[in-house]
C-alpha cells in the first residue's frame, strides 16, 4: 500500500470536485492540505471528528436557484446558450448539434466524452457543437479526480470552450468580484482537464481556449447573459500546484513510518477514532493557517485553533504578517517592540520599527 | 494597515482584548441615527427578506416578506420601508441655512441630515442593490409600483453611493467605524462579523460569536443552516406568522449589537474636523434634495465618462483630507506618520521668535524653533510643514540632527515686528510638526460634460428611464 | 393562549437548536426525531396564533393570486384552494388561472379567477362561463403536445397552456406521466387511444425530460444532434402562428403567450428586433424558417436513420418509450462494453 493511502487508511477515499481542486490553489504552501487532499482525506467528516465543523452551507434556497437557472439557460435544446454563444464567440449558425453525454448512463460518461472530444479533434463530419454533463478527470496526486464542466462547446474552427453556469448576477455590467475570481478558479480546472484529455488523445491541447464562457443571470431577471473570462493566471497558478502535488513523495518522507489520518470507520460509517489521537497525528503536519482558510479549506477552524496557541502572527492576517516579516509569534513581536527579547540576526530593522511603535503608542494612549 | 496597527492586533492577541487605535471619534454620530439590518433572500441578488430598522433601540420595526418570491410582496415591502425611511429623510429638509459661496449663488443647507446605520459592507452593498432594483419603477403604466417606491429607491442609492466617499457618515458600516477605531486580536476578514468584533472590544473574543444558533449573522446573508431548519419548511408550509417570528429571531440579536456599537462610539469624544466633514454630508444632503426636488430623473445607470472621472477625482481629494484630519485631530493616527517619518513629535527646547529674514523692506519675521525629538525624521531641509497645535500655522523645516529639528516659521504668527502672542511655541511646549498638510491641488480640469470627447463615448445623452428599466424584473 | 404561545416558542427554540446541532455533528438520527417534534411544535404554534385557521395547507394548495392583486396573496384571510390531486387521473380544470381551482365555488375565489379571465379574454380553449370541463393532465399535455407538433419538455408543455389552452398545468405534474404511461401500455399494449411516450435518442434510449405523442409517426420521435435546435424552432413557428390566429394576440404585452413568443423570439437570429415590446409573430415565423431551412434535411437525414435503427432493433414498448427501460442489459448492449 502507498504511503498516501496509508495516511488515509480505511476510511474510503473522498474524490476531488473542481471546487475543491481549485481551492487548493488558494494555499500553496500548506503541507497538511497538500497531504490530505493528496491522500485523498475527506477533510469534512475529520473537521467535524475533530469537533471543528467547517464554518460553510449553501442555503436550499441558493441551490434550487442555481439549479433553476442552469436548466433556463439549457431549456429548448440550449436555446439561451445558443444566443449567446453566437453572441460571444461568433458562432456560425449552421453549429448547433447538441449531444447530451448523459443519454449513455453514469458509468459510461467519461468514456463517452473522451470518444466525443476525440471525435469533434478529428474535426469528422458530424462532430457536436455542445456536449452537454460531460466528465472529465484530472489525475491528483495518484487519484483520478472526475470533474462535471456545465458544457463543453465547439466550435467551427477547432477551438473548445468551457461554458461555466453561475447564478450570481451581472449588474449594469458589474458582477460580485469574488464571485467571478471563484468560477474562473473553477473554470481554470475543467479547460486543464479538458487539455489533458485532448493531449492524451493525441491533439493540441491548446484547442482548449483559456477564455471561458461565464453565464449568469444579468440585472435583476433571469434572463442569461455570456461574457469572456480569461483564466490564464488561473490556469498557471493551477498547473503549478499540481506539479507540487506530484511532489508529495518528499513530504510523505519527513512523517513518521506509522503516521496516519484514517477516522476508523466503523459498521455505521461514523468514525471510531479518538479526536484526541486523530489532532495528534494531524499535527505532525505542518499547516500554513491564513484567514482566507476560513472560506476555502474544511479544517480552517481546527488549524485556526492551533495558530491561536501557538500565537501565530498568521492568525490576523497575510498583512500583518508581512509587516511583521521573519517574526512568526506574537510573542516574539512582543518582546522585540517592548525590548525584552534582543532582535537575532536579520530582526534589527523590524525591531527597531517595533521599538519605535510601541513608545509612540504608550507615549499617545498615556 | 500600518505597522502601529499590526502592534495593537498583537497586542489585542496578547491581552485577549481589543486596543485602541484612535484617542477620538473620526465619524458623525448622529442624535438620532436610523438603525437598518437588511436581509436578502438566498441566492437572489436583491430580492429582500426582512429588515429591522428604527431610531429608537427600544422601539425597532420590522417588515418581512412573508413569501419571498412573490414579487408583489417584495413591492409591498419596499413601500413599507419607504413609509420608514421617508419621513424619517423627511425630517431633516425642514431647517436649513444659507450658505454663500465664492463665485457661486448661495444655496440653502440643511442645519442637520439623515444618518443610516448598517452592520456592514454587504450591508451596504446590499442598499445600493435595493436602490438599483427600485428606483427606475413607475407608479403608473404596465406593473404599477407605489410611487414611494422609485423615490425610496433614489434615496437608497443615493445613501449607497454616498457610503463610498471617504469620511463621510451619512450611510456608514458599524463595522467599518468600530474597526477604525479598535485593533481586534483577529484578522480584518473575521472583523466582519459583527459579533465577534463588539465581543473583542467589550468581553474578549468569544466563539459564540461564530455560532449562529448564538448569535445570527448580521446580514445580509442568513444562515444557511436556519433557511434549511426554519425558513424553508416556514415558506413551505405558507405559514406567514412563523416565517415573521423566525425572522425577528434572528435580527433582534443584531439589533442590541448595533446599538451596543452606536454606545461604544458615542463614549469616545469626537474629533475636530468631524464636524467640517459633516458640514460637507449636510451640503451633498442637501444638494440630493434639491435635485429630486427639481424633478430629476433617478440616477443613471451608469456614470459618463465625465461624470466618472470627475467623480474618481472627488473621491481621491476627499480620501486624502479624511487622512490628514485624522491625523491632525488624533495624535494615535498621527504617530503613524511619525513612525514613518513623515511627522515629528517632542519637547520645544530653544525658540528664536524675533528671527527675520532679508533686509530693508523685504525683511521678513520668520520665527525658529527648536523641537527635541525621540523620532525617526525622514523629512528634507525646506519641506513646508503644518501643524496640530495650531492649524492656521505655516513652517519650513531647517534642518534635523541628533534628535534636534528646527523649524522656521512662514505663516499664522501676525504681521507685526514681533510675533502675535502665543502664535510661536514656548520652550517646554510639547508640539508636533509633519509634512502632511490639508491644502489640496485645486480639482483637475475636465471638459464639462457637453464637451466630452469622442475618444470617451461622446457627450453622454441624457439619461431617460426606459420602459424597460420600469418592467425588469426583481429576482 | 400567550402563556402556551410562549411555551411553545421556547420549545420551538429549542428545538431548532437541537436539529441544527445534530446536523452539524451529521447525526441525522436524531435530527430527525427532534425535526418531527419541531414541525408538530410549529404546527401547533400556527393554529394558536392564526385562532384555529387551518394553516397546514401545503404550499402549493394556495390560489397564487394574479401579479398586482397583493390582497389575494396571502392565505388566511383568502380562499382555500388546493391542487389537482396526485396520481394518473389527476384532474384539471382548463381556463383556470396558475393552478388554483374553487372548491365549491367558494365566492371569495372569484378574484383570482376574474382576474384571470380579464386578462385572458381571448384565451383559447377557454370555455364560456358554463359548467366546468374535466380534463385530465395527459389530455392536457396532449393537447399542447399536438399545438407544438414535436417532442417537447414539461416546461415548454406547461406555458403553451399557460399561453393558449388555459393553465393550470405546472411541469412538475409532468415528470412522472411517462412512467404511469409506459406502466399502462405494459399492461394493456394499446389500450389508449394515444400515449405520451419517449423521444428516443440516437442511442435508442429516452431522451432525458421530452415527452411525446404515440401516434407520431416514428422519425418526428427520435432526437438527432440538430433535432433540439429544430424542435426549438418548430415550436416557435407553432406558438408564434398561434398567435397571428389571432389566439391571444389581443392579450396584453405581459399576457403569458406574448411573454412565452418573446422569449423564443429573442433566441433566433432576426427573430426580435428590439429587446422591449411585443414581439411581431410574422417575423419570428419568417426567422424561425430562415434558421430551420439551414438545419432541415440533415435533421431530416438523421432521424430517419435513427428512426430505421429503431424499427430493427426494438419492439413496440421500446419504439414508444424507449430501450434502457427495458432493462439494464438492453442498455448495456446497446452501447457497447462498459467504461473501464
Request: net charge negative; hydrophobic share 40%.
Amino acid at each position: 500500500m502507498n504511503r498516501l493511502d496509508a495516511l488515509r487508511g480505511t476510511t474510503p477515499p473522498k474524490p476531488h470536485d473542481a471546487r475543491a481542486i481549485a481551492a487548493l490553489a488558494a494555499n500553496p504552501g500548506c503541507a497538511r492540505r497538500a497531504l490530505l487532499d493528496g491522500a485523498g482525506i475527506d477533510k469534512d467528516a475529520t473537521a467535524r471528528h475533530l469537533g471543528f465543523p467547517a464554518p460553510f452551507g449553501q442555503s436550499p434556497f441558493a441551490i434550487t436557484r442555481g439549479n433553476a437557472f442552469e436548466a433556463l439557460v439549457k431549456a429548448d435544446g440550449c436555446a439561451e446558450l445558443l444566443r449567446m454563444l453566437r453572441e460571444v464567440l461568433e458562432l456560425p449558425v449552421a453549429e448547433v448539434a447538441y449531444h447530451d453525454v448523459e443519454n449513455v448512463g453514469a458509468h459510461l460518461r467519461h468514456t463517452h466524452t473522451r470518444a466525443l472530444i476525440d471525435r469533434a479533434a478529428r474535426d469528422e463530419h458530424d462532430s457536436g457543437t455542445i456536449y452537454d454533463h460531460p466528465l472529465l478527470g484530472l489525475e491528483i496526486a495518484g487519484h483520478t479526480a472526475y470533474l462535471e464542466p456545465d458544457v463543453v462547446a465547439f466550435q467551427l474552427g477547432g477551438r473548445f470552450h468551457i461554458v461555466e453556469i453561475k447564478s450570481f448576477a451581472v449588474i449594469d455590467g458589474q458582477a460580485d468580484p469574488a464571485a467571478v475570481a471563484a468560477a474562473a478558479r473553477q473554470a481554470a480546472v475543467y479547460v486543464l482537464a479538458l487539455r489533458r484529455m485532448l493531449r492524451e488523445l493525441g491533439h493540441d491541447p491548446l484547442r482548449v481556449a483559456h477564455d471561458v464562457v461565464l453565464v449568469c443571470p444579468e440585472n435583476f431577471a433571469n434572463r442569461p447573459v455570456a461574457t469572456l473570462v480569461d483564466v490564464r493566471r488561473q490556469l498557471a497558478v493551477l498547473e503549478r500546484q499540481l506539479s507540487r502535488m506530484t511532489g508529495l513523495d518528499r513530504l510523505v518522507e519527513g512523517l513518521p513510518e506509522e503516521l496516519t489520518f484514517d477516522l476508523l470507520p466503523g459498521e455505521d460509517g461514523l468514525p471510531t477514532r479518538p479526536a484526541a489521537e486523530l489532532a495528534d497525528a494531524l499535527r505532525r503536519t505542518t499547516a500554513r493557517y491564513a484567514p482566507d482558510c476560513l472560506s476555502t479549506c474544511d479544517l480552517c477552524f481546527f488549524c485556526r485553533d492551533e495558530a491561536r496557541q501557538e500565537g501565530a502572527c498568521d492568525l490576523l492576517g497575510r498583512q500583518v504578517r508581512d509587516e511583521l516579516g521573519g517574526v512568526a509569534s506574537a510573542e516574539e513581536a512582543l518582546g522585540l517592540a517592548d525590548g525584552s527579547r534582543a532582535p537575532a540576526e536579520g530582526q534589527e530593522e523590524i525591531a527597531r520599527l517595533l521599538r519605535t511603535a510601541e513608545r509612540l503608542r504608550r507615549e499617545c494612549l498615556a | 494597515m500600518s505597522l502601529l496597527t499590526s502592534l495593537a492586533r498583537l497586542r489585542a492577541l496578547e491581552e485577549g482584548i481589543a486596543q485602541p487605535i484612535a484617542t477620538v471619534r473620526h465619524c458623525h454620530l448622529a442624535e438620532r441615527p436610523m438603525v437598518l439590518i437588511p436581509l436578502r433572500m438566498s441566492g437572489e441578488a436583491a430580492a429582500p427578506l426582512a429588515a429591522l430598522l428604527g431610531t429608537r433601540r427600544d422601539d425597532p420595526r420590522l417588515l418581512v416578506v412573508t413569501q419571498p418570491r412573490n414579487r408583489d410582496l417584495r413591492f409591498a415591502w419596499a413601500a413599507d420601508l419607504a413609509a420608514e425611511l421617508l419621513p424619517y429623510i423627511g425630517s431633516f429638509l425642514a431647517g436649513t441655512e444659507t450658505v454663500e459661496r465664492k463665485n457661486s449663488d448661495p444655496y440653502e443647507r440643511v442645519l442637520d441630515a439623515p444618518q443610516i446605520l448598517v452592520p456592514n459592507q454587504a450591508g451596504i452593498a446590499f442598499i445600493r442593490l435595493l436602490g438599483r432594483s427600485t428606483r427606475f419603477r413607475r407608479a403608473h403604466g404596465p406593473y404599477p409600483v407605489p410611487p414611494t417606491v422609485p423615490l425610496l429607491g433614489r434615496w437608497l442609492t443615493y445613501f449607497g453611493e454616498r457610503a463610498t466617499h471617504p469620511g463621510s457618515s451619512l450611510m456608514t458600516a458599524v463595522t467599518e467605524e468600530l474597526g477604525r477605531h479598535w485593533a481586534s486580536g483577529q484578522s480584518g476578514l473575521e472583523d466582519a462579523n459583527l459579533a465577534a468584533l463588539t465581543a473583542w472590544i467589550t468581553t474578549g473574543p468569544s466563539d459564540d460569536a461564530e455560532d449562529p444558533l448564538v448569535w445570527p449573522p448580521a446580514g445580509p446573508a442568513t444562515d444557511p443552516g436556519f433557511d434549511a431548519e426554519v425558513l424553508a419548511p416556514a415558506i413551505e408550509a405558507g405559514a406567514a406568522e412563523r416565517i415573521t417570528e423566525a425572522l425577528r429571531g434572528q435580527l433582534e440579536p443584531t439589533w442590541r449589537l448595533m446599538w451596543q456599537a452606536v454606545d461604544l462610539l458615542r463614549e469616545l469624544p469626537e474629533g475636530a474636523s468631524v464636524e467640517q466633514r459633516w458640514e460637507q454630508d449636510r451640503g451633498s444632503f442637501s444638494a440630493m434634495a434639491q435635485h429630486i426636488a427639481e424633478g430629476a430623473p433617478p440616477q443613471a445607470r451608469r456614470d459618463g465618462a465625465v461624470a466618472a472621472a470627475s467623480r474618481l477625482a472627488r473621491m481621491e481629494r476627499a480620501q486624502a483630507a479624511y487622512e490628514v484630519q485624522r491625523a491632525y485631530d488624533d495624535p494615535l493616527v498621527m504617530a503613524e506618520y511619525r513612525l514613518t517619518g513623515e511627522a515629528f513629535a517632542g519637547e520645544v527646547v530653544e525658540t528664536e521668535p524675533e528671527h527675520s529674514e532679508g533686509e530693508g523692506r523685504s525683511r521678513k519675521l520668520r520665527p525658529l524653533v527648536v523641537v527635541k525629538t525621540d523620532d525617526p525624521v525622514r523629512l528634507a531641509p525646506g519641506t513646508a510643514l503644518g501643524t496640530p497645535q495650531r492649524r492656521a500655522q505655516g513652517a519650513q523645516l531647517v534642518e534635523a540632527r541628533d534628535g534636534l529639528v528646527t523649524v522656521k516659521i512662514t505663516k499664522g504668527m501676525g504681521r507685526g515686528k514681533t510675533p502675535a502672542p502665543g502664535s510661536v511655541p514656548e520652550v517646554g511646549e510639547r508640539v508636533c510638526y509633519t509634512s502632511l498638510t490639508d491644502d489640496f491641488q485645486g480639482s483637475p480640469a475636465l471638459p464639462e460634460a457637453e464637451a466630452t470627447p469622442w475618444t470617451h463615448g461622446g457627450p453622454p445623452r441624457e439619461y431617460a428611464p426606459s420602459d424597460e428599466d420600469a418592467l425588469e424584473e426583481w429576482s | 393562549m400567550g402563556d402556551r404561545l410562549d411555551d411553545l416558542e421556547r420549545r420551538i427554540d429549542e428545538l431548532r437548536a437541537g436539529v441544527r446541532r445534530a446536523m452539524r455533528a451529521r447525526d441525522t438520527a436524531t435530527a430527525r426525531g427532534l425535526r418531527a417534534d419541531l414541525r408538530a411544535a410549529e404546527r401547533a404554534w400556527d393554529a394558536l396564533v392564526t385562532g384555529g385557521l387551518d394553516p397546514a395547507l401545503p404550499n402549493d394548495a394556495r390560489a397564487v393570486p394574479p401579479p398586482g392583486d397583493v390582497r389575494a396573496v396571502f392565505p388566511h384571510d383568502n380562499a382555500r384552494a388546493v391542487s389537482p390531486p396526485e396520481g394518473p387521473g389527476r384532474l384539471a380544470i382548463p381556463g383556470e388561472a396558475l393552478g388554483g381551482v374553487p372548491v365549491g365555488g367558494a365566492p371569495s375565489s372569484t378574484a383570482a379567477a376574474g382576474g384571470a379571465a380579464g386578462r385572458q379574454p381571448g384565451a383559447g380553449g377557454r370555455r364560456g362561463g358554463g359548467g366546468l370541463r374535466l380534463v385530465t393532465v395527459r389530455e392536457q399535455a396532449h393537447q399542447a403536445l399536438t399545438l407544438l407538433g414535436v417532442p417537447a419538455q414539461p416546461r415548454l408543455i406547461a406555458a403553451v397552456r399557460e399561453a393558449f389552452l388555459g393553465g393550470g398545468l405546472r411541469g412538475a405534474q409532468l415528470t412522472s406521466l411517462r412512467r404511469d404511461e409506459e406502466r399502462s401500455f405494459a399492461s394493456s399494449p394499446y389500450g389508449r387511444p394515444y400515449y405520451l411516450c419517449a423521444a428516443l435518442t440516437d442511442r435508442l434510449s429516452p431522451a432525458r425530460g421530452l415527452l411525446a405523442v404515440s401516434t407520431w409517426p416514428q422519425e418526428l420521435r427520435m432526437v438527432g444532434p440538430l433535432s433540439p435546435r429544430v424542435h426549438f424552432l418548430t415550436c416557435a413557428v407553432a406558438v408564434a402562428e398561434r398567435m397571428a390566429g389571432g389566439h391571444g394576440v389581443d392579450a396584453e404585452p405581459d399576457s403569458g403567450a406574448a411573454r412565452l413568443l418573446a422569449r423564443m423570439a429573442r433566441n433566433i437570429p432576426g427573430g426580435a428586433v428590439l429587446d422591449i415590446g411585443p414581439p411581431d409573430p410574422a417575423r419570428v415565423i419568417e426567422a424561425a424558417r430562415a434558421e430551420l431551412a439551414v438545419h432541415a434535411e440533415r435533421d431530416t437525414r438523421d432521424r430517419a436513420d435513427l428512426a430505421r435503427r429503431a424499427a430493427a432493433q426494438l419492439g413496440d414498448r421500446g419504439r414508444l418509450f424507449g430501450a434502457a427501460t427495458l432493462s439494464t442489459i438492453g442498455d448495456r448492449a446497446a452501447t457497447g462494453p462498459p467504461a473501464t
